[in-house]
């Protein structure tokens, strides 16, 4: 089985994010970056899929300066990556999207994965759009899943409960939360990362269609009150609950 | 200007409130561009009773596609169906809900437009005909206000976030069917629904939220905020610790790996207030906290705070709160 799994390259959710000057950007100076979480269930579900049924692990990432992040992913246990490497990347959806499907409408590989939201972006739009793209059904948020015989069975958590869908190969899946336990690399598997493939292809991340016209902090919460301590305060605030926010 | 196409969502039988909330933005965007058409599209096996009610939230037409096709969720199917819709329509503007089955099948409407995307909105605005779009970044440690000069732009909007208004009471939108689509190149079957957690009400929905986090102690004393959460009829949410430490599913899990939720009160029991968990939460109306530590920083964020035992004083909050509701 060829598994192609696409990885971001995010900050650590850690980071505190502040507008730049020109009010149109995060400020990136001391930002720590880290693969995205979610990219995480989805490397670790290929390497499960492989040790089941063999094959080959690709992992694919666009971006800049992401060369750490990528050696993550091999260093859990994936062969061989492509680095679309663009310093310029401006993060839009369609123009990921449009990049990616690009390169892999040259590829033949069963299993197209991908976390089911990047933890900076939070649209959770690239896997179905690049399966749009591609002319391959697809599933997003993923929480359990299956395979036998060239199809898929994939649980998609959704508001009260699931969606069970069978697809077949070629397809593409997006990783929830939960669908597996990432394993930690080993010290092995970190040295042998450094040797395994890694090709770059500088690209030309496409246009966007949307701009960005500025950023905004979120709205200022006015200070609270502490009501009281342990259960003489519980009247105190039923009231202020009902009565001064009249929330209930 | 604008003509704007509506998913509106539709769950075991019955329409879900995000459809009336996106019908109302719909109305809201076209009117405020000059006037438009505001044309809904329901996929399912049945045409609802309630389509034609619609017209009261501002729809002119509702387009159903009532068949076998559309009776359980297909991305594949509902993609093609909107899409056909949103053609006819000469669409500037598609929205829908940003539920889990609008951000899996939205996107590829996008593409099928050669549209931007706008997925999680939190605000549409209008300034002298130009339309800014607000969304969340880094789970809402920040906005983008964004602006594209083509159309089609295609948008999932936050749950609970725009109002459903009736600006036309009374009204009655007609209903015409969607007619035929090339179905021939869907490749995905749906298997089944399965309802979890006793059809438990998602925290992305829900008007409140009780939530419990390392504070806790173990999975089982989850059941001491359960008559709290009984009594305001809340969704149970969780943080990553509690998650992570296996005591409820993801599911509930608010956060910047878990949900951003907007709920009209948010209750933290035993949660010390991460930056990844107040990413999730912040922009609840408001928030009370419940910590034995007078120093946690959920207290910064709070807008009420008791400082004392969740054990104790969850129970006597529940006993308190039953004098008036129940």
């Known amino acids: ?54 094959g080959e692990v690709v992992v694919l990432c666009l971006g800049g300066d992401a060369e750490k992040e990528i050696r993550s992913a091999l260093a859990m246990g994936a062969d061989s990556a492509v680095y679309l490497e663009d310093p310029g990347y401006n993060g839009d959806n369609y123009a990921t999207a449009k990049t990616l499907a690009d390169y892999l409408k040259g590829q033949s590989f069963d299993l197209l994965l991908f ?15 690049v399966a749009e793209l591609l002319g391959l ?42 669908l597996n336990v990432p394993r930690y690399p080993s010290v092995m598997g970190i040295m042998k990362a450094k040797k395994k493939p890694l090709e770059k292809k500088p690209t030309k991340t496409a246009l966007p269609k949307f701009t960005i016209v500025k950023l905004q902090s979120p709205p200022p919460r006015p200070p609270g009150k502490i009501v009281g301590k342990g259960v003489e305060a519980v009247p105190q605030l039923v009231d202020l609950l009902r009565n001064e926010a009249k929330v209930i | 200007m604008a003509n704007v196409v509506v998913y509106v969502e539709q769950r075991l039988g019955k329409l879900r409130s995000v459809a009336y909330e996106a019908v109302s933005a719909g109305r809201r965007l076209a ?50 169906a909107l899409g056909k819709v ?16 609008g951000k899996d099948f939205i996107p590829r409407v996008a593409i099928k437009l050669d549209a931007g995307y706008m997925a999680d909105v939190t605000a ?29 732009q295609v948008a999932t909007l936050r749950p609970k976030l725009f109002a459903a208004v009736k600006s036309r009471e009374g009204a009655q939108a007609p209903i015409e069917d969607l007619g035929a689509i090339d179905a021939g190149g869907i490749k995905a079957v749906f298997k089944e629904f399965k309802m979890t957690g006793g059809g438990q009400l998602d925290v992305t929905e829900a008007n409140i939220i009780v939530t419990g986090g390392r504070g806790l102690g173990k999975g089982e004393n989850f059941s001491v905020l359960e008559p709290l959460a009984a009594v305001l009829k809340a969704a149970i949410g969780a943080s990553r610790a509690a998650v992570d430490a296996g005591w409820i599913e993801h599911s509930h899990q608010v956060g910047q790996t878990g949900k951003v939720v907007t709920p009209s009160l948010y209750i933290a029991c035993g949660i010390s ?18 910590n034995n530590n007078a120093d946690a920083p959920i207290f910064q964020v709070a807008d009420y705070g008791i400082v004392g035992d969740l054990f104790e004083v969850v129970p006597a909050l529940t006993a308190e709160l039953k004098k008036f509701m129940d």
Request: aromatic fraction near 6%.
């Open chain 1, 1 to 54: 089985m060829k598994i192609i799994v696409c990885v971001k390259k995010v900050p650590d959710t850690e980071s505190k994010i502040k507008i730049a000057a020109d009010g149109k950007s995060i400020e990136t100076g001391e930002l720590k970056y880290i693969m995205n979480p979610y990219d995480e269930f989805s490397v670790e579900e290929a390497l499960q899929l492989k040790e089941k049924q063999g």
């Open chain 1, 115 to 129: 976390g089911k939201v990047a933890v900076d972006d939070g649209a959770a739009a690239i896997g179905p759009m």
């Open chain 1, 137 to 178: 059904p697809s599933l997003s948020a993923v929480e359990t899943l299956s395979y036998e015989a060239g199809k898929f069975v994939g649980h998609m958590g959704v508001e009260g409960g699931t969606n069970i869908v069978e697809l077949p190969v070629p397809c593409v899946l997006t990783a929830e939360k939960g």
């Open chain 2, 31 to 80: 009117d405020s561009l000059g006037g438009g058409q505001v044309v809904a599209v329901a996929l399912g096996k049945d045409r609802l009773p309630e389509l034609a009610d619609l017209g009261a939230y501002g729809a002119d037409k509702v387009v159903a596609g009532a068949h076998d096709l559309f009776a359980q969720y297909s991305a594949e199917a509902y993609a093609l």
């Open chain 2, 86 to 101: 949103a053609r006819a329509a000469d669409a500037h503007y598609v929205l829908a809900p940003a539920s889990a089955e």
């Open chain 2, 124 to 152: 549409i605005s209008v300034e002298n005909g130009t339309v800014h779009i607000t969304r969340p970044i880094y789970a809402g440690k920040a906005f983008n206000v964004m602006h594209s000069a083509d159309t089609p």
């Open chain 2, 273 to 290: 207030g991460a930056i990844q968990h107040l990413a999730g939460m912040s922009n609840s109306k408001v928030i009370v906290a419940i």
